[in-house]
């Protein structure tokens, strides 16, 4: 967004033109929609939930300004009472969520949001919007931190985000499934995350000797450095690290690492990692990057490469094998009457719900059930009432609260769910009350 | 970002410490960049030119505000000096650019900045960012606008765009690139892009009946409904749209048209318009929409299909089969001294450049030579300069402007380059001048 332009206007105009119809037919009484993920991409065994904190906050402070109502207007369509209607919304509704942080799988709830009608509906592009994206992102992440088998990884995404929101988000939902710092420096700012980060290609480049612009560098940063050896050929960048690496060492100072980035990764670390070791360098860090995705990263861990950490840029950043997910924003009760659709492949489960886990005794997730909202299940109600009468609860946990809630729930999801490739599939079921609400609808509707 | 909020922190950390390493070494020399595209993705033959304007907006206000000083600050590697340096920073160079809506090709100049090297770098993630996604959108959607053989295209893709920046970017791209219209209300106000949209399964699923929630739509807006007739049964919703149709017409109201979003789209896009057109409801338009791309277009068209436009979302707003390119910003050239990289697979070409394109006189597109930015070769000159000093030039083309700079040029390229799937590719070759200049310099570098 601009600075300092409103965004209410942020909405599909279907919002805007069903709401003046049901305005129009006075139809204001109070509607539950429910967000859910409708399938498995291939290779997906779970979700990673992402994206509340912002729908709360946007949620929070709803409000179409005057530049927007004059705009409406503009278009010929609204009424003036309509637009007097709007001009005056907010948002008062009650929204159950499960937090962010936690995993989640095909049908299950991860927002309802209940409120007049007009106000549930129009905030449907903005938390679809957020939470996609939160969600694809932390699930991207999650199986890069799984796939690199406890070597550190971290951000480099921002230049190839879809944008600029894509990129502080991306940087928000890796970070809080595991990623352990960004690049992005306004990441760092607005969320707290630790900012990692040296040199391109450009700063060797700008010298003439590469082993110049290493000097240079190591002069600037004597106790954070990291080189970057590929640009004109590893072996001899990482023969410069050395030189450079022992004349720090004889002003007591440390060389911090040297970065991959082209070229056969796993061959070039175990070649890099010998020529620092030889040279007594054995504390240097090698850090890899480019191009890299959980596919490689596996790889890389598989072949026990001796890299200390990743870098991880653009194929996380935009989910780069599954940049979508099929996510949906239903209505599934209005006026205490429970709704659904039937549509070909698109079908809904109608009535609020509530979303049960069992684990046993170790902790381990054995299954979930989806439910009514007032059904007494066995297993944990991961649903929580997160907002009441358009006002936060209060407790929102902070982003390093959420982080451990990710890594608590992933060690309980079990491995063959975690696979990177043909995961099988977590049981979830539905309530017998949910199911046999839904047959009877089904059988009234047709 | 959140409103109000500074943009110049949107960086990567590299950025920043490599520019303090350049301070510290009073490194602060002119530097080229140049944007280019690696390599074409599978199915493509050609790239989009877009994003251009928002990066002269953001050079154009570049400048660290006082918390973005204090943030760095308080990282504790950035030296006084350095951080009185960046408080004091403007963007004070040159911008060379082919035009938004050109068509280019892999290794093209699209964007040079010539100015002080830490001011050339620290720009780099922004402008990569802004480019890459509005060019990799513009392309996406030119691909969707040929596929549709003529019928009407418009952007639904808001909700599941990455955020909102994307949401933004995506409608002005896709409207550049020949989209008739968006569903985002931000983007008709920002932008002015005519807006489009309807009714959701919701409306349908609030009402108990289906025909009611139509005869409520059609009571709003006789001028301009359209229903959405696939909640339950598309042919039993087709059979209700016919009767508000006719109740419309007893009014003398006419129905605007029906949109199908599941199942069969070309088997039931006949039915329908069998149906209507039994009832006499001939000028009904039929829109179709749900998970479209340039593929299933090219299908229906090919099928004849009935529609007489396309609402396209996800796959076009996230680029779904190509969600990246290889796009690179690479330093050029240091201190008039004209630099290249050699690391595998990621290799750059020296200098400042200029591009020049031939044709035909039909005006078809012949071929391209990229050679340097003083030289004079046979064709059109395709950047032109965009800023001097810091300032944009007069004169930026409106987005109608950039749209006919679209068509023009879309128009001139053969029609095996813009193939959907296996297109030829255009001729592009590099400069004698270039090529020996690029020899020349690898030899030296190895």
Redesign the interface.
């Known amino acids: 967004?601009?600075?300092?332009?409103?965004?209410t206007?942020?909405?599909?105009?279907?919002?805007?033109?069903?709401a003046?119809?049901?305005f129009?037919?006075q139809?204001a009484a109070s509607?539950t929609?429910s967000l859910f993920i409708r399938s498995y991409p291939p290779e997906r065994g779970y979700f990673v939930s992402a994206g509340l904190q912002d729908v709360l906050d946007y949620l929070e402070s709803l409000s179409f300004d005057a530049?927007?109502i004059d705009?409406?207007d503009s278009?010929k369509?609204f009424f003036p009472d309509f637009l007097n209607h709007l001009a005056k919304l907010r948002f008062t509704g009650q929204v159950w969520a499960i937090p962010e942080g936690q995993i989640l799988f095909t049908d299950e709830p991860v927002i309802e949001v209940t409120a007049p009608?007009i106000e549930a509906?129009i905030v449907?592009?903005?938390i679809?919007?957020?939470i996609?994206?939160q969600s694809l992102i932390a699930t991207k992440a999650a199986r890069c931190v799984h796939a690199a088998g406890g070597r550190t990884v971290v951000d480099?995404a921002?230049?190839?985000?879809?944008?600029?929101?894509?990129?502080?988000?991306v940087a928000r939902a890796s970070y809080l499934a595991g990623f352990a710092g960004t690049?992005?420096?306004?990441a760092?700012?607005?969320y707290g995350i630790p900012?990692?980060?040296?040199?391109?290609?450009?700063?060797v480049?700008?010298f003439?000797r590469e082993i110049d612009a290493f000097r240079?560098?190591a002069?600037?940063?004597p106790a954070?450095a990291i080189l970057l050896i590929?640009?004109?050929?590893t072996i001899a960048g990482a023969k410069n690290a050395v030189q450079v690496g022992r004349e720090m060492a004889q002003r007591g100072q440390k060389l911090l690492g040297v970065r991959l980035?082209?070229?056969d990764m796993a061959a070039l670390s175990v070649e890099v990692r010998r020529i620092l070791d030889d040279e007594g360098l054995t504390e240097v860090k090698i850090i890899g990057s480019g191009g890299l995705d959980e596919f490689e990263l596996a790889q890389l861990t598989a072949a026990n490469a001796p890299f200390d950490s990743y870098g991880v840029g653009?194929?996380m950043g935009?989910?780069?094998d599954q940049?979508?997910s099929d996510?949906a924003y239903?209505?599934v009760e209005?006026d205490a009457?429970p709704?659904?659709?039937?549509?070909?492949?698109?079908s809904s489960w109608p009535g609020r719900k509530q979303l049960f886990r069992v684990k046993d005794s170790r902790g381990q997730a054995q299954g979930d059930t989806i439910g009514l909202r007032d059904e007494e299940l066995p297993g944990e109600r991961l649903l929580t009432k997160v907002m009441h009468d358009g006002k936060r609860m209060a407790g929102y946990p902070s982003l390093p609260e959420l982080r451990e809630i990710f890594v608590r729930e992933f060690a309980a999801l079990p491995e063959s769910v975690r696979a990177l490739r043909q995961p099988s599939r977590f049981p979830v079921e539905f309530s017998a009350k949910l199911k046999s609400l839904r047959e009877q609808l089904a059988e009234k509707?047709?």
């Open positions: 967004m601009k600075a300092g332009e409103n965004q206007l942020l909405t599909d105009l279907y919002q805007l033109t069903m003046q119809a049901y129009r037919a139809r509607a929609f530049a927007e705009f409406l278009q369509i009608i509906q449907e592009t903005f679809i919007n957020q996609h994206l480099f921002l230049r190839r985000t879809h944008g600029i929101d894509a990129g502080m988000k690049s992005n420096v306004k760092g700012q607005r900012l990692v980060g040296t040199m391109a290609h450009s700063f480049s700008s003439e240079a560098y002069a600037t940063f954070n590929d640009t004109y050929d980035d082209s070229g653009t194929k935009v989910s780069a940049p979508w996510i239903k209505l209005y009457r709704v659904l659709k039937l549509s070909t492949g698109k509707t047709r």
